[in-house]
């Protein structure tokens, strides 16, 4: 199976790339850094590392990378610091999960091809009803207003429920929301649910990160566990803190 993986440099995406390849699959890595890739991915047979980002490359050189995968998962995220909270570029998952789409369908697969977006609980599912409190609504719209990045996510995910929706003749895609990331060095039990069953404010559980990868890993592969979530934006939490 060939995947493709942007944003692997970070910690959940390098988890995610390893995990891939563990289970012995081809992975494509497009990083703007390769150096801070692990030897264990730089130096695999499996894995193809490709220097540059998806909205430096062009056209062509995108389409190249995109054709013949089978999945593709993003987990970009903006830098934790002043320049990359609200320096450019703002719309840098939202932007790149465009020209990837587009990539993918000028490419014409056979099969739709499962796109994977790593995104936040904090982020609503507007295809169902999610309760959420006054107070934690108005955390959420000052975050909106204030924080780039969290609104890039709402854009992003919007722009795969809307724009892509259902149905799709080249793109699939699951919405993986985690809750409070954290570290942890192996994958524990983990649940998926539909929605928050926490506030993602004022009481939010734990995910850690290589357990968030495991989730997109097996998306990506399984067909049975695509088949469930294929459409929707599940909630991660690990099992001790559902």
Same mark, same amino acid.
């Given at each position: 199976?060939? *995947? !493709?993986?942007?944003? +692997?440099?970070?910690?959940?995406?390098?988890? #995610? @790339?390893?995990?891939? =390849?563990? %289970?012995?699959?081809?992975?494509?890595?497009?990083?703007?850094?390769?150096?801070?890739?692990?030897?264990?991915?730089?130096?695999?047979?499996?894995?193809?590392?490709?220097?540059?980002?998806?909205?430096?490359?062009?056209?062509?050189?995108?389409?190249?990378?995109?054709?013949?995968?089978?999945?593709?998962?993003?987990?970009?995220?903006? *830098? !934790?610091?002043?320049? +990359?909270?609200?320096?450019?570029?703002?719309? #840098? @998952?939202?932007?790149? =999960?465009? %020209?990837?789409?587009?990539?993918?369908?000028?490419?014409?697969?056979?099969?739709?091809?499962?796109?994977?977006?790593?995104?936040?609980?904090?982020?609503?599912?507007?295809?169902?009803?999610?309760?959420?409190?006054?107070?934690?609504?108005?955390?959420?719209?000052?975050?909106?207003?204030?924080?780039?990045?969290?609104?890039?996510?709402?854009?992003?995910?919007?722009?795969?429920?809307?724009?892509?929706?259902?149905?799709?003749?080249?793109?699939?895609?699951?919405?993986?929301?985690?809750?409070?990331?954290?570290?942890?060095?192996?994958?524990?039990?983990?649940?998926?649910?539909?929605?928050?069953?926490?506030?993602?404010?004022?009481?939010?559980?734990?995910?850690?990160?290589?357990?968030?990868?495991?989730?997109?890993?097996?998306?990506?592969?399984?067909?049975?566990?695509?088949?469930?979530?294929?459409?929707?934006?599940?909630?991660?939490?690990?099992?001790?803190?559902?």
């Amino acid at each position: 199976m060939k *995947t !493709l993986v942007v944003g +692997g440099t970070g910690t959940t995406g390098q988890h #995610l @790339v390893l995990q891939l =390849l563990e %289970r012995g699959h081809h992975v494509t890595v497009i990083v703007r850094s390769p150096e801070k890739l692990p030897p264990s991915v730089r130096d695999h047979d499996n894995a193809h590392v490709v220097k540059g980002t998806v909205l430096d490359l062009s056209e062509p050189e995108l389409a190249m990378h995109v054709r013949g995968c089978d999945a593709i998962a993003s987990c970009l995220g903006h *830098t !934790l610091n002043f320049h +990359g909270m609200f320096g450019s570029p703002r719309r #840098l @998952v939202t932007d790149s =999960l465009r %020209r990837l789409c587009r990539a993918a369908e000028q490419c014409a697969p056979a099969q739709p091809v499962r796109f994977v977006l790593m995104n936040s609980s904090g982020c609503r599912d507007t295809d169902i009803p999610e309760s959420v409190s006054l107070p934690e609504r108005a955390v959420l719209l000052l975050l909106h207003t204030l924080l780039p990045p969290h609104a890039d996510n709402e854009q992003a995910a919007a722009y795969l429920r809307g724009e892509i929706g259902q149905g799709h003749r080249a793109v699939e895609w699951v919405i993986v929301r985690p809750d409070a990331l954290v570290n942890e060095e192996a994958v524990t039990p983990y649940e998926l649910h539909p929605s928050p069953i926490r506030s993602a404010i004022f009481d939010s559980g734990k995910t850690s990160r290589i357990n968030t990868a495991d989730c997109m890993a097996e998306l990506m592969v399984t067909p049975a566990y695509w088949s469930r979530w294929a459409g929707r934006s599940p909630v991660v939490y690990n099992a001790s803190h559902a």
